[in-house]
């Protein structure tokens, strides 16, 4: 049936260059009729998957954002990655026994991976923060969910496919309906002509017997001609109504198409703006790091290396050759009310018995000179608090030690 309507259609309805018949040629060129009714748009209900293009818009838009949060995922490793290296190797290269333009070259490799691992936290951050929420946001804006589920642009294109084909659908049910009665008589009509050949000149069959069956194929003829009439009519109104159905089908199908075209548009900028995050070839940041480390390599000299080694560590230093010295008696300070009044001011932060204080915080000397104690735990205070924030204090026993102002309070 599919193949008839196709062929009907383009050579009844159409001229050979009408614009519409290369969209249905697939109908009766391209496809088989069993692959035409499976797959081709113009039968009903195979417009679903046009519709369904919505749904899959949504849900690439979810896996879009998924995707690319974990690729910031990956790039804010990759940063913590650096910094750690880094850090682990300072130590390293800070104590290393190498010098001069060389130390600082393996200095510039630490230096830009820190620079590095801003750049690429802050890539992380764009994909989150700028693509992911533009995405998000598009999404908000052009996918409007239903009470119930589903979405209204889906709700709009199936309702005007499912009005477009509703007249088409019941036209080629009815198409169906008179191929099958023409074939079931055309089959009988087929049965009667071979009957009657069978019995034409056979003497085993009487007069009045082949008569009768040379009526009943005469019957049957008769019957399948009225029919394929029938069929003939309903063909003819279905070609008729084709153009319309086909134009009504493109015009909700055009509408998808520009929504389509909307969302491909949107998506290609989304990808543009990630690319633009991840291209660290057109960086100024990066190309500045790996200028600033190719620059320093390129300035490893060799000769000012050897040239400071020597005048620092080698025959270039400089040194106090033996001579002649003079011989200076030495001279003799005498203690006056300067000096006492000088020892006053220094022994001035001494406290004459101490104030008791009680501990606030346990606080475990670092120091062989600091004191150790538990929080409640009383001892006194001996010297005020230094510019650090230290003060003197004196357990029962006689132990004495620095500890934090900060941790007592006055008993």
Not at 207 to 233: G, H, L, N, T
Not at 359 to 367: I, M, N, P, R, S
């Amino acid at each position: 049936m599919s193949e008839n309507l196709g062929k009907r259609v383009l050579s009844r309805e159409r001229g050979p260059n009408y614009t519409r018949e290369n969209r249905m040629s697939t109908l009766s060129a391209d496809s088989s009729p069993e692959d035409a009714s499976n797959r081709s748009f113009w039968m009903p209900g195979n417009y679903q998957r046009t519709v369904k293009r919505t749904e899959d818009a949504f849900q690439a838009c979810n896996d879009i954002v998924a995707c690319f949060q974990e690729r910031a995922r990956v790039e804010r490793q990759y940063a913590q990655q650096l910094s750690e290296w880094s850090n682990k190797w300072k130590p390293v290269v800070d104590s290393t026994p190498l010098y001069g333009s060389l130390l600082k070259a393996w200095q510039c490799f630490l230096s830009s991976a820190d620079r590095l691992a801003s750049l690429h936290a802050s890539i992380c951050r764009s994909l989150v923060s700028e693509d992911g929420d533009k995405v998000r946001t598009w999404q908000k804006d052009t996918f409007h969910k239903k009470l119930f589920g589903g979405f209204k642009e889906s709700q709009d294109t199936e309702t005007g496919f499912a009005r477009a084909q509703k007249p088409w659908a019941k036209r080629l049910k009815k198409l169906d309906k008179a191929r099958r009665a023409y074939h079931k008589v055309s089959r009988k009509e087929h049965i009667a002509r071979e009957r009657d050949a069978h019995a034409q000149g056979n003497p085993d069959i009487s007069i009045d017997k082949q008569k009768k069956i040379q009526e009943e194929r005469e019957i049957a003829q008769q019957e399948a001609e009225k029919v394929r009439s029938r069929y003939e009519k309903v063909l003819e109104e279905v070609n008729r109504y084709a153009p319309r159905y086909m134009e009504e089908m493109e015009s909700i199908f055009d509408q998808s198409q520009e929504e389509e075209r909307k969302r491909i548009v949107f998506l290609k900028q989304a990808f543009l703006s990630i690319h633009t995050h991840l291209d660290i070839t057109n960086n100024e940041s990066a190309l500045a790091v790996y200028n600033e480390l190719h620059n320093t390599l390129m300035a490893i000299d060799e000769q000012e290396d050897l040239r400071w080694w020597k005048n620092t560590h080698g025959p270039g230093m400089p040194t106090d050759w033996p001579h002649f010295q003079d011989w200076i008696p030495d001279k003799k300070n005498k203690k006056g009310k300067k000096d006492v009044e000088k020892k006053g001011t220094l022994e001035k932060s001494a406290m004459i018995g101490g104030v008791r204080v009680r501990a606030l915080y346990d606080y475990v000397g670092q120091e062989t000179d600091e004191l150790s104690f538990k929080a409640g735990e009383e001892f006194l205070k001996v010297e005020d608090e230094d510019d650090q924030g230290w003060c003197r204090g004196m357990k029962d026993g006689g132990w004495e030690g620095l500890y934090p102002a900060n941790y007592v309070e006055v008993v």
